[in-house]
């Protein structure tokens, strides 16, 4: 079962243009990391966000939490055409990385 | 540093038959994971072992899937008989320790027709 569900599925934009993902779970977590995976590719870890974190800064990413509504955002700025990939929210309930993984946002930039 | 490898990357197999898919993890990593990821979904775990042990295997269908994971490095998954909905990627990862940062591997995408 997955527990994340990202929001939207697919995602169109201009080089240049901000992206932002969103992610919402069922259950109480430890943290919650976003996972970029290329066409073919495995998944490269990209920033794991504390549940007593608000915000995480990493070069051009952007996470949030929120626990209270249970959701995550990604926010990609100054979108490039490689950052063309899907984006996956995985949740750890008790810090031992039983990673859930939602569905996936397919991210497309075009140049 | 070499990453987590995998094999064979590709595989294509007619139902009812076996296959088998080897791991390498980075080394020291203490633990490692095997993820089923079908096609437009995210990975589902399957196994994960704390060096030779496995500390949760509630999501592999222990009918026709058998994992291992001999001295605590490499691991192998297999799949007997195979079946048509078998079909997907099955991902390698390992991390230092439990907590830690996950490090996936290419992956392993199996058909079965």
């Known amino acids: 079962s997955q527990q994340g569900e990202e929001d939207p599925q697919a995602l169109s934009i201009q080089e240049g243009e901000n992206a932002t993902m969103n992610c919402s779970y069922k259950?109480?977590?430890?943290?919650l990391q976003w996972y970029r995976q290329n066409s073919g590719r495995g998944l490269v870890h990209l920033i794991l966000i504390r549940s007593n974190e608000r915000e995480k800064h990493s070069g051009r990413l952007r996470v949030t939490l929120d626990t209270s509504k249970k959701s995550s955002s990604l926010l990609i700025t100054a979108s490039r055409a490689a950052d063309t990939a899907s984006y996956f929210c995985a949740t750890d309930k008790n810090a031992g990385n039983m990673l859930t993984f939602g569905g996936g946002t397919r991210l497309m930039v075009k140049p | 540093e070499a990453g987590v490898v995998q094999s064979p990357r590709y595989k294509i197999i007619e139902k009812k038959q076996p296959v088998a898919f080897w791991c390498n993890p980075i080394?020291?990593?203490?633990?490692l994971y095997w993820y089923r990821q079908n096609l437009g979904q995210g990975p589902e775990l399957l196994i994960r072992y704390e060096n030779e042990e496995a500390v949760d295997d509630s999501q592999l269908p222990k009918d026709r899937f058998s994992a291992e994971r001999l001295k605590g490095v490499d691991s192998t998954l297999k799949i007997q008989p195979a079946e048509l909905g078998d079909s997907a990627v099955y991902l390698c990862?390992?991390?230092?320790?439990?907590?830690?940062?996950?490090?996936f591997g290419e992956g392993s995408w199996l058909t079965v027709v």
């Open positions: 990862a390992s991390s230092l320790t439990p907590g830690n940062t996950i490090y």
């Open positions: 259950t109480s977590i430890n943290n």
């Open positions: 080394s020291g990593h203490n633990t």
